[in-house]
């Protein structure tokens, strides 16, 4: 039985779901500039294992106060003293939660602002579409704490950016921001406001058929860790199931009757 957003009881990350299926998912630890410690990284994966089957049409993901996330939290890691076994753990934890929102089949916009660094960076990779504004500034400072990206950074980083640019990242503590951020693919959006351009971004894909969304936020992933020849088979099952939906005849209809808007440049 699909479980409801609403009966998630989360203390780190604040809910709005909106009556179009919009769900804004705010990290909330202003404070502590929205660092994951490990009940935050536990409730994200709560909400992304729930999120697929809540009927939830798309996901902004942001942050309260002036940044998105400050990544690994880096006084509790210091308190906790770990073994590698538990950091280990921890990691796999944060791959839990990254993946089923990579993979989930539910789009997520994130909406950032301020710092994306380190794990806050490998959160917001994790979502399908980036929204930057002018405040928002991108880092791996790992390289310089003594510590390595345990959250996907060498997967998702790397596919962003290329591997140059993320050993240059954590070999020097670089920072990207403004329009390099978006021209070396860390962001697709450079706007005033990031919330306004995200929500705008996520309503826009929820008027897109549920089944479609969940090929496009999870099957791109899938393929793309696929050989080609697995690739094209996958792609065909999965065109197979979501090409004949019931619920894209209509769609179909319309652009047969010439009712449904035509792609012109500019839309
Ligand atoms: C934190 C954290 C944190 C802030 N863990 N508590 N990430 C980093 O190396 C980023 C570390 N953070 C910073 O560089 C700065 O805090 C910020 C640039 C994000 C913000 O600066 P600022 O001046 O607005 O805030 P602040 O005064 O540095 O911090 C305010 C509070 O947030 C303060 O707590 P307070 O109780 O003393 O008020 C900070 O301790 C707290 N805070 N960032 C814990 N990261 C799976 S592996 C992933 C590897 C990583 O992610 S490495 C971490 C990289």
Same mark, same amino acid.
């Given at each position: %039985? ?9 203390? #780190? ?23 994951? @410690? ?8 709560? =909400?992304?294992?729930?999120?697929? &089957? ?6 902004? =993901? ?30 796999? &934890? ?6 089923? %929102? ?30 930057? @504004? ?21 997967? &998702?980083?790397?596919? =962003?950016?290329?591997?140059?640019? %993320?050993? @240059? ?23 005033? @406001? ?16 549920? =089944? ?13 860790? %696929? ?21 894209? &005849? ?13 792609? #012109?440049?500019?839309?």
């Amino acid at each position: %039985m699909a479980k409801d957003v609403g009966a998630l009881n989360l203390e #780190r990350i604040a809910l709005d779901l909106h009556d179009d299926g919009v769900l804004v998912a705010t990290l909330n630890r202003p404070e502590k500039r929205n660092a994951l @410690d490990a009940q935050t990284v536990d409730e994200l994966v709560e =909400l992304f294992v729930t999120i697929p &089957r809540a009927g939830v049409r798309s996901v902004v =993901l942001a942050g309260a106060g002036d940044h998105f996330c400050a990544g690994l939290d880096l006084v509790e890691h210091h308190k906790e003293d770990r073994s590698p076994a538990e950091f280990m753990h921890l990691c796999l &934890r944060w791959h839990e939660a990254f993946n089923k %929102m990579e993979y989930g089949g539910v789009p997520v916009i994130a909406a950032l602002k301020g710092a994306v660094v380190g794990g806050g960076l490998e959160l917001a990779s994790s979502a399908h579409i980036r929204v930057m @504004d002018e405040s928002t500034y991108f880092a791996l400072p790992e390289g310089t704490r003594g510590l390595f990206t345990g959250g996907g950074a060498t997967i &998702r980083v790397q596919q =962003l950016v290329g591997k140059a640019r %993320m050993i @240059d990242m954590m070999l020097t503590g670089r920072v990207y921001k403004g329009a390099e951020a978006v021209e070396v693919g860390l962001a697709q959006y450079r706007v005033e @406001d990031s919330m306004a351009r995200a929500m705008e971004l996520a309503r826009r894909a929820a008027e897109n058929l549920p =089944l479609t969304n969940f090929a496009i936020c999870s099957a791109i992933s899938h393929v793309g860790n %696929m050989s080609a020849l697995d690739a094209s088979y996958a792609e065909s099952v999965v065109a197979g199931i979501v090409n004949t939906q019931p619920d894209a &005849r209509g769609r179909l209809e319309a652009f047969a009757n010439k009712t449904a808007a035509r792609v #012109r440049p500019g839309s």
